[in-house]
């Protein structure tokens, strides 16, 4: 069952490293199989690390450790692209000229502008809005360029060829430990108990009871203090994060891939949306430690990161909300 | 009944300014005079307004224009004081060294910090939420100075004086209008039931489908716009909060001023930290175009404007909550 997981996920790796290979010129068809490649990359590790005492446990380190600085590696371009395409867009909605989300089932929104807000912006504020975005939207070209040309180096690098090669043969032949003969289900059982006990804890630690609270100010707490302060108050979220999706690709071994848990699914978008919000706010704080700034372009980023951080809050808020209905509970 | 409620007020007031004058220089016992002057002249003039059919118009008119004046002349002052103690706990708490209210019922608040949070901030934005908090103090110890200044001008001019001798005639006196001989209960509930109306109406107004969702991010659209935009979003709440004032005058009117309505109170509660938060955040938008100010200045100023707009958004879940449970219902 374990082998046959792999096998899969080998061979999806092996197709979309193909296709990104024949994609040339065409960004889009890059940028997905770039994604399928990452996607693959993240579940063949996460089963290494989850059912390791099944394998060869130097092995499946080893390749685990390589398959992480890969996907890591692939991720930053598309990272700094979808963090501007937030930012850019918040400050739309700040100066109210984009669009508002509404919230989940709150149906069409109501525009609060009577015809005259998005045109008549023209105080120094707004002007400040435009130019927040354009530094950003320097700054995160910049970065993604930077990261493009990482990634082009990493998938010409003999670093990869060996990644690429264990994979290959991965996709044929994993290398099982002796285990007593137990039936499938059992053996695969402790690892994947263990996987969801991590999880559970790391939750548990969770101020979820904070979170209930819609309005809790608690994102925002260090919102003027050193970043260092605020990514302490978000870490176990992303370790949360990360045990979930361990947990999800733990069940996809025991039911193959067909059929996720919506509620597990739906978690795991609110933890991304928490990560992602996150990046942004500190992207945003960062600009605004751009020497030579004027007052207006550093006062919209102040508003900006702190809507981001609020967004934050927004998805632990969302979190809780999910998790009372998941399926997951103390075994 | 009408008239033993004025009457009742009236004397309220001329005791409030007969202490007033006797405070001298104990600024505490000024201020509690000021704030019971304030609130009788309220009442009186709330009265006025609603029962306007039952007195003299052109005289109750005249003299609820007069006593608006008053109240808010001396509203200024402490206006002021309120909103700076507002921004500058909130710059605290931004920063990681004031305490983070907690929302209600939450119980106590676990800190964030492993104790080096408070004590780690050296980094430029933290230097940014000092000047933000220096800029600010100066800003609204001038405003509040001039408010004083304005008060007590008000205080000694022949306009207040007019003022205070039509509440002293009005503490025995009441003209009344002549109306046909029905019960009291009965002439009192036509303006009465339509104070009430056009509070429902007022409610009926609000997005409150909008507000019941928490994190819906209205309140900061147009957090970067010129500051028209977001106070034409702010106003109707305003003129609910006024609207349920009067409506709960009028219901005094009715109870004597014994047994406010619990849930009415609340309800305004809520509406006057959406009014103080709204004017906080214009505040510190305002004190961010001040010229030649740093950018770690600007930026601390538009983290503190989002954070109080998001206290204003707060407040219109919060008062949504409460009036779900009020007992005012269409008549």
Redesign the interface.
């Known amino acids: 069952m374990l082998a046959g997981y792999l096998n899969a996920r080998c061979a999806d790796f092996l197709r979309s490293l193909r296709l990104y290979g024949e994609s040339g010129s065409d960004t889009a068809a890059a940028a997905e199989a770039a994604s399928a490649l990452r996607c693959s990359a993240r579940r063949i590790g996460g089963t290494l690390h989850t059912f390791r005492v099944l394998l060869d446990p130097v092995w499946a380190d080893q390749l685990r450790t390589e398959l992480g600085w890969l996907s890591g590696t692939l991720a930053q371009e598309y990272a700094c692209t979808a963090r501007l395409h937030r930012l850019v867009s918040a400050?739309g909605?700040?100066?109210?000229s984009g669009p508002?989300?509404?919230?989940p089932?709150?149906g069409p929104?109501?525009t609060?502008?009577?015809g005259?807000?998005?045109a008549?912006?023209?105080?120094?504020?707004?002007v400040?809005?435009s130019r927040a975005g354009a530094l950003l939207e320097r700054q995160l070209t910049l970065a993604r360029t930077r990261s493009h040309s990482a990634a082009l180096q990493a998938l010409g690098s003999s670093r990869f060829h060996a990644v690429a090669d264990a994979v290959a043969v991965l996709a044929s032949e994993v290398p099982l430990a002796p285990v007593a003969g137990a039936p499938a289900a059992e053996i695969l059982t402790a690892p994947r108990t263990a996987a969801e006990r991590r999880l559970l804890d790391a939750v548990s630690a969770l101020?979820l009871?904070?979170a209930a609270?819609?309005?809790?100010?608690?994102a925002?707490?260090?919102?003027?203090?050193?970043?260092?302060?605020g990514e302490?108050?978000d870490a176990p979220w992303h370790q949360v994060r990360l045990l979930l999706r361990l947990h999800r690709y733990a069940q996809e071994v025991r039911q193959g891939s067909g059929s996720p848990d919506p509620v597990l699914a739906e978690a795991g978008r609110a933890l991304d949306r928490h990560r992602d919000a996150a990046e942004a706010a500190a992207a945003a704080?960062n600009a605004?430690?751009t020497p030579r700034?004027?007052?207006?372009?550093?006062?919209?980023?102040?508003?900006?990161?702190?809507?981001q951080r609020?967004?934050v809050?927004?998805a632990r808020?969302e979190f809780q909300r999910i998790w009372q209905r998941t399926a997951v509970t103390a075994p």
Chains 1, 2 share one sequence.
């Open positions: 400050l909605r700040l100066s109210g508002v989300p509404g919230p089932g709150s929104v109501p609060a502008s009577n005259e807000g998005s008549a912006g023209a105080g120094a504020l707004t400040g809005a101020p009871a904070r609270h819609p309005y809790n100010a608690e925002l707490v260090y919102g003027l203090a050193t970043p260092s302060d302490t108050q704080a605004a430690r700034i004027a007052p207006a372009t550093a006062y919209a980023l102040g508003v900006l990161h702190a809507d609020l967004e809050e927004a808020y």
